[in-house]
């Protein structure tokens, strides 16, 4: 099985910066993503990691460490339209089948 | 056309009702998925379509029952639901469930299923 951890809940303000961290125990790892999730709306694709380092897309950046199972997703410039839940999801399997599973998703809110 | 809809957008059923839940991508993709999302829960896998096979059922009780005529479209079937059951049910898209490359998933907008 999998396990992903993400915190519940963080808070923030307009302007700063934020980093929030998912760590995962998994078998046949194949990439992870972040997703943004606004409330009653769908979760929206932000970025994908499969090997270790650093991929930069504008204000927002993810953070692999495959020999860690830890990666963490960090904004920068904080707007209150980045209050959201924000979504790690692990893929793997084996044999062609590679499934994603999320993690319980990090509610971030973000005050002036 | 956005790319990924769901109908209906709520739906409110008894226990012995039967319904359907739609859902259409306007993508080219290859792959379809069900989620179950509930309250302070992650997002539950329920089925995998790959090319419009069955590919992946996560353990989902037999109320539940999936089909997906050709790549475009995918129904989730529903009778005799539990309340447990009430949740936000998503559809989602990609391309295929490739082996490697950000193969990111497109999400619709759910429906929010309330059983009574």
């Known amino acids: 099985g999998q396990n992903i951890d993400q915190p519940t809940e963080m808070t923030a303000t307009e302007g700063a910066i934020v980093q929030i961290n998912c760590t995962y125990q998994?078998?046949?790892?194949?990439?992870l993503f972040w997703y943004q999730q606004h409330a009653g709306e769908a979760p929206t694709f932000l970025s994908y990691n499969v090997l270790d380092g650093l991929e930069e897309k504008g204000r927002f950046s993810s953070f692999l460490s495959r020999s860690k199972g830890y990666s963490y997703l960090l904004l920068k410039e904080l707007q209150m339209k980045d209050s959201a839940s924000y979504l790690c999801a692990v893929r793997s399997g084996s044999g062609g089948s590679y499934i994603p599973t999320f993690g319980r998703g990090t509610s971030l809110i973000v005050h002036p | 056309e956005t790319g990924v809809t769901q109908t209906p957008r709520h739906l409110v059923m008894g226990m012995t009702n039967k319904k359907s839940l739609k859902c259409e991508q306007h993508l080219g993709h290859n792959a379809m998925y069900w989620y179950k999302q509930s309250a302070k829960k992650p997002l539950e896998l329920m089925f995998v379509?790959?090319?419009?096979?069955?590919?992946e059922n996560n353990s989902v009780p037999s109320r539940f029952s999936p089909e997906c005529p050709n790549s475009s479209h995918l129904f989730l079937h529903l009778h005799t639901l539990q309340p447990e059951d009430s949740a936000l049910y998503l559809c989602?898209?990609?391309?295929?469930?490739?082996?490697?490359?950000?193969?990111?998933?497109?999400f619709g907008p759910g429906t929010r299923l309330t059983v009574t």
């Open positions: 989602a898209s990609s391309q295929e469930p490739a082996e490697s490359g950000s193969d990111e998933q497109y």
């Open positions: 379509y790959n090319f419009k096979e069955q590919t």
């Open positions: 998994t078998s046949g790892f194949n990439g």
